[in-house]
């Protein structure tokens, strides 16, 4: 009995020391970046040249984390010009998913590239989690203007793989059977769906159930703040404005009213982003706000009509045009690799022309120098386009607490659940949980 | 063979304990730890926090509808999983043409995956091509067609918990149909020579003999209920606005969009006494009814 006794005593006392060692902190990342990042800094460290191994690589095998497929043509183009070189490459669908997956891999520590949303870049930095890459050769390929998110107090911590933009995709056969021109200005643009409406079609819709899309609707009026103050967002997230603010409520304020007019497709919260694509494509919306990201898509759904694009009208901006550009995604080296040698490598080859136009055959747009957009998806229809004014998107410079805050307040929104204040409300609540 | 004696028992339970830890002790007892620091699930630079968490968690409006809407989900389900569960049991305990089909078919929802359900459901319930508005239009019932039931906030919780219902109530089906295979045939028999009606028997002697069948489904539906995540995860993803966005649904937002893995532990520590107590006083209850009816 009492060796029972004892040994239930040491057997409990394993259970409690095992499991303290495993919730200890190791303390192994040391943050290299703190305080408000550069958004808008350029690299200040002079390139060098990668510097050549001054004996035989050492053999390595990295593993690289995406939510972009396989890609075994890039993979097996780096094998080939490095053959002392392995990429494992895992793809997680989805970007809720992977962001998970991505941020369990990173606590283990098994992760050597991945590839990140630039919402994440920020916090990863502050954790040190990401190596510096400032100097490296590779950062030249890629244009200049497009390092902004991924500067940090003069050091570069990933580099640009893939630009999206935001525009309108239009059905040209149905703004034809109702002498509708591109519109230039808002008020053109109302006009338009003044005209769809009274003729049976439904304007515009996304998936607002996927809450994300709810965005796109409204993005004008998102747009128009960063068009009149590009550091709007800065300034919310350093806590010199307040989403509560005058300028923010009245921009809300603007949103519901167009909620009012019923150019939105009423059921667009029993939709998802998919139905919303298949509604435009089977003409019943005319138009619909969203990325070139929707170009695979249209290349895949051959709708049977001409389908056309053209630049957001921003509201009181009249003929101007700004784009809403970003890198959509950017490739990093995890500072826990065993392999920076291998992992670099694998990042020049991500950037150089070869890769550039592998992932532009896939209806991308890559910022790497000299890559050309796939003449054959609906993507060349934004060629024209690329080089007008731009700002970065709403949503990327938001805090990620409030833009969800804000996504789903749309939907309420759109219900008229709630006002405008009332959202403001909501969305600063959330944004104060970033100083937390 | 004395030490034999003493020590096979637990070599045999050795490979069991084993996963026992790794899979539930250890979790569990780094989620309680965890509760107290800042960890943000991708960085092992963590720091201790003590009560902050569980502080900020009583000043979110957020865990207060999520919380509202988790206990309605519950309460509906309750309302409406046990009596169809019981009456599928009652119906199905009789010697019926095809009984065992019928039991099977009944069953067959709750051995399929709920995530493929819940997708099967959300296309049920789509406005546009799904199966109610399909049929609503056929029968020219625009009223039903007009039915927004995962984008109206004042019915979506009610359209996942009929979800729901529907596909576990096979499940207490189960469970009383056990139940009712235990009720000793005499009891029943020598009610009828006294003349008792069917509803007589089912009131005075089947359901008190059921109450511990009882007992196991209300408090396997209660926790089941307090947990939910996939079903409002999959067919509205807490939406429209937070008007579906249950307790679990808060903790994984929290945690991995939101990089609190240590709030959403706290919180989670929070659901697991709430769900303790919960079913503590229910289980209380319960026992006491089921004394009452012990002969």
């Known amino acids: 009995m009492k060796a029972l006794k004892a040994l239930n005593f040491y057997a409990l006392m394993a259970m409690m020391i095992l499991s303290l060692a495993a919730c200890s902190s190791s303390g192994n990342n040391e943050a290299t970046a703190t305080g408000t990042p550069a ?92 190596a510096d890459l400032t100097g490296a050769a590779f950062l030249d390929n890629v244009n200049p203007s497009l390092f902004g998110k991924a500067t940090f107090e003069g050091k570069v911590y990933a580099v640009p793989s893939s630009v999206n933009l935001v525009g309108v995709w239009y059905n040209k056969d149905l703004f034809a059977k109702f002498n509708l021109a591109i519109p230039t200005t808002w ?250 | 063979m004395k030490l034999k004696n003493n020590y096979l028992p637990y070599i045999f339970m050795a490979p069991a304990l084993i996963l026992l830890f790794f899979f539930f002790a250890l979790p569990f007892i780094s989620t309680v730890l965890i509760g107290f620091t800042d960890f943000n699930g991708f960085s092992w630079n963590m720091k201790f926090v003590g009560m902050a968490n569980f502080i900020n968690i009583f000043r979110e409006s957020e865990v207060l509808s999520s919380l509202k809407n988790t206990v309605l989900f519950t309460v509906l389900t309750l309302l409406f999983q046990i009596p169809l569960g019981l ?52 029968l020219g019932w625009d009223w039903l067609a007009d039915i927004r039931w995962l984008a109206d906030p004042g019915l979506v919780m009610y359209s996942i918990s009929a979800v729901n219902v529907w596909i576990f109530s096979g499940w207490c089906m189960v469970i009383f149909l056990a139940g009712l295979q235990s009720i000793p045939q005499e009891m029943l028999e020598s009610a009828d020579l006294d003349g008792a009606t069917p509803v007589r028997k089912l009131w005075h002697i089947t359901l008190p003999m059921l109450a511990p069948a009882t007992t196991i489904n209300v408090v396997m539906v209660t926790i089941g209920g307090l947990k939910v995540f996939d079903l409002p995860l999959i067919m509205t993803n807490g939406g429209p606005g937070h008007a579906s966005e249950t307790l679990t649904m808060t903790i994984i937002n929290n945690s991995f969009a939101l990089s609190k893995v240590g709030y959403g532990a706290a919180l989670s520590i929070l659901m697991l006494i709430f769900i303790l107590l919960f079913t503590y006083f229910q289980n209380k209850f319960l026992g006491r009814a089921e004394e009452a009816t012990e002969y």
């Not at chain 1, 972009?68 to 002392?84: A, M, N, T």
């Not at chain 1, 941020?103 to 992760?111: E, F, P, T």
């Open chain 1, 39 to 130: 958004a808008t800094a350029e690299p200040t460290a002079t390139p060098e040249a990668t510097p050549e191994p001054t004996k035989e690589p050492e053999p390595a095998e990295i593993s690289y984390l995406t939510w972009r497929g396989e890609l075994p043509e890039i993979s097996d183009g780096f094998q080939k010009k490095y053959p002392y070189y392995k990429v494992s490459t895992q793809s997680v669908a989805g970007v809720a998913e992977y962001i998970q997956a991505q941020k369990v891999r990173m606590l283990a520590g098994d992760l050597d590239v991945t590839s990140l949303r630039p919402e994440s870049i920020e916090e990863y930095v502050k954790a040190g989690s990401l």
């Open chain 1, 187 to 436: 008020e053109e643009f109302l006009a338009v769906c003044e005209v769809l409406q009274q003729n049976s079609i439904v304007p515009m819709g996304n998936g607002g159930k996927d809450a994300w899309p709810m965005e796109f609707d409204i993005y004008p009026f998102m747009h128009k703040l960063l068009v009149d103050d590009p550091q709007i967002f800065d300034k919310i997230n350093n806590g010199e404005m307040k989403y509560t603010d005058p300028v923010f409520i009245d921009a809300f304020k603007q949103i519901e009213a167009f909620y009012k007019t019923g150019y939105i497709y009423k059921d667009v919260l029993s939709v998802g982003y998919s139905e919303a694509a298949n509604l435009f494509f089977q003409q019943k919306t005319g138009m619909i706000i969203q990325g070139e990201w929707l170009s695979p898509v249209v290349d895949e759904a051959q709708p049977a009509f001409e389908v056309g694009v053209f630049p957001m009208p921003i509201p009181g901006e009249g003929t101007r045009v700004v784009l809403p550009i970003t890198v959509g995604v950017y490739e990093a080296v995890l500072d826990s690799t065993k392999h920076k040698e291998a992992a670099m490598a694998y990042l020049d080859y991500f950037s150089s022309k070869e890769t550039g136009d592998v992932l532009a055959a896939t209806a991308a747009i890559s910022p790497i120098k000299g890559v050309e957009i796939n003449p054959d998806s609906y993507l060349r229809l934004w060629e024209p386009y690329l080089q007008a004014d731009s700002v970065d998107f709403f949503y990327n410079l938001q805090f990620a607490g409030a833009n969800a805050e804000f996504t789903k307040g749309l939907q309420d929104l759109f219900l008229g659940r709630i006002t405008p204040e009332k959202l403001a409300e909501n969305i600063q609540i959330a944004q104060d949980k970033k100083a937390e």
């Open chain 2, 87 to 138: 009456l599928l049991a009652v119906l199905l305990n009789r010697n019926i043409f095809g009984r065992d089909v019928f039991r099977a078919i009944f069953f067959l929802p709750a051995m399929i995956s709920s995530v493929a359900l819940s997708s099967i459901w959300g296309l049920i319930f789509n406005p546009n091509l799904g199966t109610i508005v399909t049929v609503a239009k056929f």
